[in-house]
């Protein structure tokens, strides 16, 4: 029925065209199969050679121990915390909401690190939400916040404690993003008893040796 509306050279046109598309899908599945297992014997060919000279290159002493307690700490802890960037200074695992890397004490240890929230803030880059108000992370100046829409977001898990405001709140968050106030009640780590003697969140005692949220040093006696 196509063909009785349009020109036979057109149909024609059409007809090879749609012959022809298998043969170069097929082509190119080929060519980017070929691709994929260059690809990958050169990475089996780099990690053979690393092993080999993994033995011979020794890198700083107790790094390997420092890899080993961070696997460790991200097995059971980087879900809820959200460790999953890496420190600027130590490579160790931290989290936006850080306020210090508690490996290594370096301030705002995540920052420039890819954010999973849509928006950033100018101030201290880290992840903010279109509907906030206000950075929930820094105490920044306001945003002009681009929507008027409230999002749900199953982040949230607690409420602001300002009784005119009483919007949810996510984890770790130090100020309101709705109404900037401070956030009071400390947060808790779940399966973490410890809490920090300055700042009284939750802190990591076994591992840590900062406090994420105030820099204190952290005593394991
Ligand atoms: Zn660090
Ligand atoms: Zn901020
Ligand atoms: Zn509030
Ligand atoms: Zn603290």
């Not at 020109?7 to 298998?22: C, F, G, N, S, Y």
């Not at 097995?75 to 200074?89: N, V």
């Not at 008027?148 to 100020?175: A, E, G, H, I, W």
């Not at 105030?214 to 005593?219: A, I, N």
Request: net charge positive.
């Amino acid at each position: 029925k196509l063909q009785e509306r349009i020109r036979p050279e057109v149909a024609e046109m059409l007809r090879k065209a749609i012959q022809l598309d298998p043969a170069d899908r097929y082509k190119n599945a080929i060519e980017r199969y070929a691709a994929f297992a260059e690809l990958q014997s050169r990475a089996r060919k780099q990690r053979r050679a690393s092993k080999r000279n993994g033995s011979k290159k020794t890198a700083k002493p107790g790094s390997s121990w420092r890899q080993l307690q961070w696997r460790e700490f991200q097995r059971q802890f980087r879900a809820e915390l959200d460790t999953r960037h890496q420190c600027r200074r130590c490579e160790g695992p931290v989290a936006e909401s850080m306020k210090a890397c508690p490996w290594c004490g370096f301030d705002n240890p995540a920052r420039g690190a890819t954010t999973r929230m849509p928006a950033h803030c100018p101030r201290c880059e880290r992840g903010v939400k279109i509907d906030w108000n206000y950075c929930a992370w820094c105490y920044g100046p306001g945003f002009e916040a681009e929507t008027t829409r409230r999002y749900s977001d199953k982040r949230y898990v607690s409420k602001c404690s300002n009784t005119r405001c009483k919007q949810p709140l996510m984890p770790f968050m130090r100020y309101c993003p709705w109404c900037r106030s401070k956030v009071k009640r400390p947060w808790k780590i779940p399966g973490s008893k410890h809490k920090c003697k300055a700042c009284n969140w939750g802190i990591v005692k076994e591992y840590w040796n900062f406090c994420a949220w105030c820099r204190e040093p952290v005593k394991r006696t």
